[in-house]
């Protein structure tokens, strides 16, 4: 994620219809923590991704194991052409 990228997260948790402890919850943030990344305080860069993930991409990070995370780093690494191969062909499935 770029620096020069600012989430708004107030706005995507509004437009989710979700109140702030369901919203930050899901991401391991305390509502009250959430409530002050909503009032302006700097978001640090691991939540920030954490709420893209889960709130824009929509990965349930409940699914996610650590060696599914080792296969992908892996293969990025050793046939990265494979990897953006895969990717491709992954976005292109239709969703269950």
Sequence with gaps: MKTAEKID???IRRKLGMNQSQFWSSIGVTQ???SRYESGRSMPRPVQAL???V??????I?????????VIEYLKASDP???????K???A???K
């Design 9 to 11: 997260a107030r706005e």
């Design 32 to 34: 009250s923590g959430g």
């Design 51 to 53: 709420l893209r993930l």
């Design 55 to 60: 709130h824009i991409e929509g990965v349930d």
């Design 62 to 70: 409940n699914k996610i194991r650590r060696e599914d995370y080792e």
């Design 81 to 87: 052409e494979l990897f953006k191969s895969l990717k």
């Design 89 to 91: 062909q992954a976005r």
């Design 93 to 95: 499935k239709p969703r």
